[in-house]
């Protein structure tokens, strides 16, 4: 439950996968939208073209999102570390610099961001993580490093904050939401799969969810072997 009204939202990185879902959740819950996405990808926007306001840029451009975020009460970010130019510490920095300062800011990311290092990781996950962030910064591709540094932020920061840490993703019809765990390693997680679709139906809920603040679930999918095991038929709440 919210304190507060969500009228109006921001989604960085809108054109994406993710952002497309979320971008159809959030109007399909009446709230006025405003999408940042790169130049290039606003034709991925066009069938949302005459609902939302689309302003074009790179979602670490200050100004852009100085725009983007003015007079929202919620900001969904998708945060995502491609290149080499503090894409994602520079985009989650705007966010909090220029957001109001009672919004409802929510982040997404994947498992291998910790908030407390209480996560517990499989050994070949963790070696995944290294391995692939290691070649994609000596190719110049992502810096991953550069998404734990932007979470490192905002879990400093006070703002009313979600960090929505994702498992691996497919595609498909919604599950319903996602089960969450405070923590990787819970065996309600084990299955390590959500729906995309899912993914960004938390998202969006959480903007409306208080009990979300400062939090940084871990999602897995609703009717995943490990969920259903965990959380019985998972009508009881999703989240520990
Ligand atoms: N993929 C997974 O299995 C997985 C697992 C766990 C968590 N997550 C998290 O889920 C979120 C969404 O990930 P996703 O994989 O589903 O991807 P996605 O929704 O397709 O999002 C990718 C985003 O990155 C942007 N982008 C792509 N190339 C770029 C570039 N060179 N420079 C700047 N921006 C670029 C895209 O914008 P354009 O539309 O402009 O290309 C889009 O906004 C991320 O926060 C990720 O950490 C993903």
């Known amino acids: 439950m919210s304190t ?7 989604i960085v990185g809108a054109s994406g996968k993710l952002g ?19 130049e290039r990808s606003v034709p991925k926007l066009a069938a949302f073209a005459d609902r939302i306001t689309i302003i074009p840029g790179p979602t670490n451009d200050r100004e852009v999102i100085q725009k983007a975020v003015a007079g929202c009460d919620g900001v969904l970010t998708v945060l995502v570390p491609w290149g080499v130019q503090q894409y994602s510490s520079g985009t989650a920095q705007a966010v ?13 990311c ?19 993580i290294r391995v692939v962030s290691w070649v994609a910064r000596a190719v ?44 990787v390693g819970d065996p309600a997680l084990k299955s390590n799969m959500t729906r995309r679709v899912d993914f ?7 903007l409306t969810d208080d009990s979300l603040i400062q939090e940084a679930p ?20 999703a989240g520990a």
């Open 4 to 10: 507060q009204p969500m009228r109006k939202v921001c």
């Open 20 to 38: 497309l879902y979320m971008v159809r959740q959030a109007l399909d819950r009446g709230y006025e939208v405003v999408g940042v996405c790169r």
């Open 96 to 108: 909090m610099d220029y957001a109001a300062p009672d919004a409802r800011l929510v982040f997404s």
């Open 110 to 128: 994947g498992w291998h961001i910790t908030r407390d290092g209480k996560d517990q990781y499989h050994w070949l996950f963790t070696s995944v």
């Open 140 to 183: 110049r591709f992502a810096e991953v490093e550069d998404q734990i540094e932007a979470c490192r932020r905002i879990f400093a920061s006070g703002r009313r904050w979600t960090v929505v840490r994702g498992s691996d993703l497919e595609e498909g019809e919604s599950q319903g939401l996602p089960v969450w765990r405070r923590h």
């Open 200 to 206: 960004a139906m938390f998202m969006v809920e959480a």
């Open 218 to 237: 871990a999602l897995v999918g609703r009717l995943t072997p490990s969920a259903q095991a965990h959380v019985g038929n998972a009508s009881a709440p």
